[in-house]
């Protein structure tokens, strides 16, 4: 099982920044996709950026123009750099993988969570 590690959440005042990192290990032979996810209390979890199969970036509305999505293939770890935090961007941050371990078997594995809390 593919284990992904997050970490660089915190408190930040609006308007601030905050850059979230997550690490991919195990047996891995392809990506198929991995991105940020967010839960908000009493929220359904949201897509708030990925990378998907192709290249291609995909970002939520809320975030597009502030959050920039990135990653490191050597070290199969993605980062999400936050900017002009709001109050509403307040969520555990889930980060998440869909990949092959073979040229058959596709798995998906969650992040741990990473608490991000913009506040004055």
């Known amino acids: 099982q593919v284990q992904l590690v997050e970490s660089g959440g915190g408190l930040v005042h609006p308007g601030g920044s905050l850059r979230l990192s997550c690490a991919a290990s195990?047996?891995?032979?392809?990506?198929?996709?991995m991105g940020w996810y967010r839960q908000a209390p009493g929220e359904q979890r949201e897509l708030v950026a990925t990378?998907?199969?192709?290249?291609?970036?995909h970002y939520a509305d809320s975030v597009k123009g502030r959050f920039t999505l990135s990653r490191d293939n050597a070290k199969n770890t993605v980062y999400l750099q936050m900017n002009s935090l709001k109050p509403e961007d307040t969520a555990v941050y889930y980060c998440?993988?869909?990949?092959?371990?073979?040229?058959?078997?596709?798995?998906?594995?969650w992040g741990q969570g990473t608490q991000v809390t913009v506040s004055s």
């Open positions: 990378f998907t199969g192709g290249g291609r970036t």
């Open positions: 195990g047996s891995i032979f392809s990506f198929n996709a």
């Open positions: 998440n993988a869909d990949y092959y371990i073979d040229d058959y078997r596709r798995q998906s594995s």
